[in-house]
């Protein structure tokens, strides 16, 4: 039984990723987000909208426990869910946990042109956006670093580097 999480910083790959690894691997791919997005039929900015960060992190907390219940399954996780409540431990304790360690400028670029769709990020300049990162990366890193393994996602710009990423990422876990 395989159960593994990508985690990361957002924008460091997990969706990206986490789908052509299962899709290697031959099993299903479940993004905690669209997993969220999916049973509340409301966009990940609405249930910030609504709810508040903290309503938000409720809900992926509870959903986080429902999905790890799926055997044989690559999950990725929010950018934030490693971060909040015991998450990073429940999930060292129900599978495999890999960080996806992504360089700041790497992330900044990548970020610049897919901030919408985060509400964390929205209506930041550019100037102010590399900051940004570079203090939530400062915070987030304690949790990130739990994982039981580093992996290095800097190069996921096209099809040839994804694939390249998927073999190695596949090496590391030796699966
Ligand atoms: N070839 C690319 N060039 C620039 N940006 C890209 C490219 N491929 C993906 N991105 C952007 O990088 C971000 C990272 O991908 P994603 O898998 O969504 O990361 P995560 O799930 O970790 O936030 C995405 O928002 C996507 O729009
Ligand atoms: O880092 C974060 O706090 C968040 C990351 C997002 O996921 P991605 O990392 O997939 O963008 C999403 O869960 C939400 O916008 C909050
Ligand atoms: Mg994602």
Known sequence: ???????????AGKTTLGKAFARKLNIPFIDLDWY???R????VGELFTERGEAGFREIERNMLHEVAEFENVVISTGGGAPCFFDNMEFMNRTGKTVFLNVHPDV???R??????????????QDDELMDFIIQALEKRAPFYRQAQYIFDADELEDRRQIETSVQ???ELLKI
């Open 111 to 124: 970020l610049r042109i897919a901030k919408q769709q985060r509400p964390i990020l929205q209506g930041r």
């Open 1 to 11: 039984m395989v159960r593994i999480f990508l985690t990361g910083y957002m924008g």
């Open 40 to 43: 509340f039929h409301k966009t």
């Open 168 to 170: 190695r990422l596949q």
């Open 107 to 109: 992330l900044f670029r």
């Open 36 to 38: 969220i997005e999916e």
